[in-house]
């Protein structure tokens, strides 16, 4: 049997001394949206930090579409086909909406490039209406739409979100979701992280739990959805 598309493997990650994930196993298969869920603290951005390069593990794999990505520099599993979407944001703010977009635009492992900016304005139609606004004047929904797409302009073949509707109003946090499901059913395989269960529940296809640096149940993101058990125990806050 072929391995997933993006498949970490018994991967240890510590800071220092101080050991933060624990054996993890994750699989991600092309066109998937899974949802890696947790409370806060237990690990979700460790993981995506490791399989970007940004924590790499002391011990297992991280292999997207049977490449092995661990102990690479950020840059090399960027250019990979990683595309990383990190919770704080960090657009260029004294430069406008265009020029964030320009400045990572680069074609993809196989030299594909789907994603451009005209092609970002028709999916992000509120990013075309503000394309010469600087984007320290976005608002915080904005700015995240506006990092999302960035991410997309280096053609990745998997997008990973870290925490995408952290601190927004439910209006923006509905349109992130809606967004999601958009790139979803255009085949993007996105790896979402979030401690906000009931978004995830009508976006992504699959779920993972982490809880104290370990996976603790894989599923269908329906299976989940029935398990109370499960969403006592690791989802409830």
């Known amino acids: ?10 991967a240890d990650v510590y800071y220092g001394a101080s050991q933060i994930l624990f054996g993890i196993d994750l699989a991600v298969e092309q066109g998937q949206t ?34 092995g990505l661990a102990g690479r520099p950020s840059y090399r599993i960027a250019r990979a086909g990683i595309g990383y979407v990190p919770e704080n944001r960090q657009v260029f703010p004294d430069h406008t909406v265009d020029d964030n977009l320009i400045v990572a635009a680069k074609k993809g492992p ?15 139609p509120i990013l075309a209406s503000m394309k010469d606004r600087l984007a320290g004047r976005l608002s915080g929904g904005e700015q995240q739409m506006l990092t999302i797409a960035r991410t997309l302009m280096g053609n990745p073949d998997v997008l990973l979100l870290d925490e995408p ?38 976006i992504a296809t699959h779920a993972t739990v982490i809880d104290k640096g370990q996976i603790v149940y894989r599923a269908t993101i329906d299976e989940l959805r029935h398990n109370e058990d499960i969403k006592q125990r690791y989802l409830a806050v």
């Open 110 to 124: 196989r030299g594909d490039h789907h994603w451009n900016r005209g092609r970002i304005y028709e999916v992000f």
């Open 34 to 67: 899974m949802a890696l869920l947790g409370r806060n603290g237990a690990g979700k951005s460790t993981t995506f930090k490791m399989i970007a390069g940004l924590a790499p593990p002391r011990r297992g794999k991280v292999a997207l579409a049977g490449q």
């Open 165 to 202: 509707s952290e601190g927004l109003a439910p209006i923006i946090v509905q349109a992130i979701g809606e967004l999601i499901k958009t790139l979803r059913g255009m085949g993007v395989t996105i790896l979402l992280a979030e401690q906000n269960m009931h978004f995830c529940l009508g």
């Open 1 to 10: 049997m072929a391995d997933p598309f993006l498949h970490v493997e018994a």
